[in-house]
């Protein structure tokens, strides 16, 4: 969106600026990747349509009609939690290498000072964009430990009013759980009695293993339509699976079905995911199951935070999900200089990047948005195995 700047406003609108993601993170490329047209809205809200499967055989009647009606177990329209990261061009200080280093003289071509200003611009929109990717990346990871988006977020920088955020992709009427968590040991009714947690920590220990849990977490989901192809661990998780996978004897390089990799990924992702790697091949109940372990993290507050927790493990297939995403409103310059026009323009995709200058502070800013909402296609997605602790 291009346009005269006034400087008589201190601060106006230039462009938004197109940029592609370029590193890909492994819960949105595999899990819940946005399709597009029809996972981007030209509205804050955006519409959670969830079918609860219909799994339902067509009837044999002689005469007369079944009922075949899909019932809908969740559809709303729901204004997804906001993403909003800014970052500062300041040629004349911290940026000031970065843009004389643009300056210089590339391949037989002296770049202009716009053309240098242009190329650091792009820089900033990357980094902005990495970081809202990075809080996706969180979104995913919790809808995969909760089934469900509950958090609290500011309502401006200047104001730490607390929002809430409750989205929840389950039946919680009459105080309902999760269903989609299967507690160590309890067996796939879940009457069992629980056991130790993988770790050793828990309640008092039982006969179940975590090859048997994962088994367990395989039959409930199966026996709901859901898919169990990817066995998705954390570190830790993987470490306690091996550990009683060697001690049944249940880990043999001569046998096709319990194959360890060397940690490359099989072609089931990108290879620019550097943190997730898939350890093998494993059968759990006749189910053979891709075993991938995700150590992504990023930096939360200042503090290293992976985005899976060191208890994780979840059973779910490929596109068991996709993210949503809302349009983010964006002032328009033109209305500003010809008036007429309409003020507010609505920006449809996954990440909005624009680039805005301060007249009064002399800086260019670059500023990235994103209202994403990371929800499964349908009930019973994935199963998570929850914690005595």
């Known amino acids: 969106m291009a346009g005269t700047i006034s400087v008589y406003d201190t601060v106006a609108q230039g ?24 996972d981007l809205f030209d509205a804050k809200s ?19 009609y079944v009922n075949g009606n899909t019932t809908t177990f969740f559809a709303n329209a729901v204004i997804p939690p906001r993403i909003g990261v800014e970052d500062t061009i300041d040629t004349a200080d911290k940026d000031r290498v970065i843009f004389e280093q643009l300056c210089r003289p590339q391949g037989g071509l002296v770049p202009s000072h716009a053309d240098a200003l242009d190329a650091l611009l792009r820089i900033k929109a990357s980094r902005c964009v990495a970081r809202s990717s990075r809080a996706i990346e969180r979104l995913c990871s919790l809808v995969l430990q909760t089934n469900a988006i509950q958090f609290t977020m500011d309502t401006s920088p200047t104001d730490s009013t607390q929002v809430t955020v409750d989205v929840e992709y389950f039946d919680s009427t009459g105080g309902a759980t999760n269903p989609q968590l299967l507690m160590p040991g309890t067996g796939v009714d879940g009457t069992g009695t629980a056991t130790k947690n993988w770790d050793g920590t828990g309640s008092a220990a039982g006969s179940a293993s975590p090859y048997d849990d994962v088994c367990d977490m395989i039959t409930k989901l199966v026996e709901h339509g859901g898919r169990a192809e990817d066995l998705l661990m954390s570190e830790k998780s993987w470490r306690y699976l091996h550990a009683d996978m060697l001690s049944k004897n249940l880990i043999n390089d001569q046998i096709h079905y319990t194959v360890l990799a060397n940690g490359n990924i099989n072609g089931l992702f990108s290879e620019a995911i550097k943190d997730a790697k898939c350890v093998g091949q494993a059968m759990f109940n006749g189910h053979v199951l891709n075993l991938i372990v995700y150590n992504g993290a990023c930096k939360v507050n200042g503090v290293w935070t992976p985005y899976l927790p060191d208890n994780f493990v979840c059973v779910l297939a490929p596109e068991c999900g996709h993210t949503l995403c809302g349009c983010a409103s964006l002032p328009n310059p033109m209305a500003m200089i010809n008036g007429g026009v309409v003020d507010v323009k609505q920006m449809v995709g996954k990440y909005i990047v624009s680039k805005y200058y301060d007249f009064k502070d002399l800086e260019v800013k670059v500023r990235c948005e994103s209202n994403p909402l990371p929800a499964p296609l349908h009930s019973w997605g994935w199963i998570t195995l929850g914690s005595n602790t």
Not at 21 to 37: A, H, I, M, S, V
Not at 51 to 63: H, L, M, P, R, T
């Open 15 to 38: 462009r938004t600026v197109l940029i592609e993601e370029k590193r890909p993170q492994l819960l949105q490329d595999r899990y819940f990747g946005t399709r597009e047209p029809e």
């Open 46 to 64: 955006v519409l959670l349509d969830l079918d609860n499967g219909d799994f339902e055989s067509g009837a044999f009647v002689k005469k007369g």
